[in-house]
């Protein structure tokens, strides 16, 4: 599956407004088996910022391309330069509440999985186990030449130090860890390469433009199919990887629902969407259902 570097999308006339009621969400919790689709909008409250919501990153950002990483030195000076910076930040971020109310319903026998388009790892940081990072992680760095692995912690210390006194001031941080900079401030920062066979180092995250791994996107496939029900957390569902499993549960008749402010393009398929800011609604629905949050998860 190639994600495509759709970057906006217009809701259509007609759109069923968002309900404040969790109601349906609360039902479809404690009827088991749920399936949780969690996108940028799940990390906000923990001060990294979503695409397309108000303030989002697109308005300012145009997200690097896998198309322009691997074709040109330059670019991946800049990308590097951005997303060593904004990784000083991204790392220091922890799960909010409702990473820690999801984390809670797992605990409590009520998900069939979760999967998140996120990079940033605050699920796992919150407790929940087997998540599937349908994008990817950045706590890994993947060789483009030889494939070899190396955690991203040693892949900054190498950038550090070939870097000695790199220290802009960003603008701005965005959801892929990328901090916002000028040319100028780039400069002539220095991009490392592979350990094993000096080749082109990239984040082990899936770019615009580039495909998710096919045994990925059949392991989310089983998961849909197994489950009772979707639950989409803070995703606008522009981006065609998470949209395809909202359409293949609603073909399968499994009830959707969705959490997240704004309209999504999968609003047309979900029994509701709720619009609610995600962890208090997320807080609430697991005081509602008895299940007790981790306070002291990754603090």
């Known amino acids: ?9 217009t809701p259509p006339a007609g759109l069923r407004p968002g309900t404040t009621d969790p109601e ?3 039902d479809a919790l404690r009827g088991g088996g749920v399936l949780v689709l969690s996108g940028a909008g799940m990390s906000t409250e923990s001060g990294i910022p979503d695409y397309r919501g108000k303030g989002g990153s697109l308005s300012r950002h ?3 391309t896998y198309q ?5 030195a330059r670019a991946r000076r800049r990308y590097w330069a951005r997303s060593h910076l904004g990784w ?5 971020a922890r799960p909010n509440a409702g990473h820690r109310a999801v984390a809670a319903f797992g605990r409590g026998g009520l998900l069939a999985g979760v999967i998140t388009q996120n990079v940033d ?5 919150a407790g929940s186990e087997g998540v599937v990072e349908l994008h990817g992680s950045l706590e890994r760095v993947v060789c483009l030449s030889c494939g070899a692995f190396e955690p991203r912690r040693e892949v900054a210390r190498r950038l550090a130090e070939a870097n000695s006194g790199f220290e802009p001031v960003a603008a701005a941080l965005n959801p892929d860890g990328d901090a916002d900079l000028t040319d100028g401030q780039v400069g002539d920062f220095r991009v490392v390469t592979c350990e094993r066979c000096a080749g082109v180092l990239k984040p082990d995250v ?3 433009g580039e495909s998710v791994p096919p045994r990925r996107v059949g392991h989310c496939r089983e998961l849909v199919g197994g489950a009772r029900s979707l639950l989409v957390l803070g995703s606008s569902l522009t981006v065609m990887s998470g949209l395809r499993f909202v359409r293949e549960a609603a073909r399968a008749g499994k009830p959707v629902l969705i959490v997240n402010n704004d309209p999504t393009r999968g609003d047309e398929h979900a029994l509701a969407r709720v619009a609610l800011p995600l962890g208090p609604a997320l807080t609430a629905l697991a005081d509602r259902l008895g299940v007790p949050l981790d306070d002291h998860a990754a603090t």
């Not at 190639?2 to 999308?9: A, F, N, Q, S, V």
């Not at 000083?88 to 220091?92: A, E, L, Q, S, V």
């Not at 790892?121 to 940081?125: D, E, K, T, V």
């Open 24 to 26: 349906p969400v609360a």
């Open 68 to 72: 322009e990483f691997t074709a040109s």
């Open 206 to 208: 899936v770019f615009f």
């Open 121 to 125: 790892g605050l699920h796992q940081a």
């Open 88 to 92: 000083r930040t991204f790392g220091r």
């Open 62 to 64: 145009t997200p690097m």
């Open 1 to 9: 599956m190639r994600m495509r570097p759709t970057l906006t999308w």
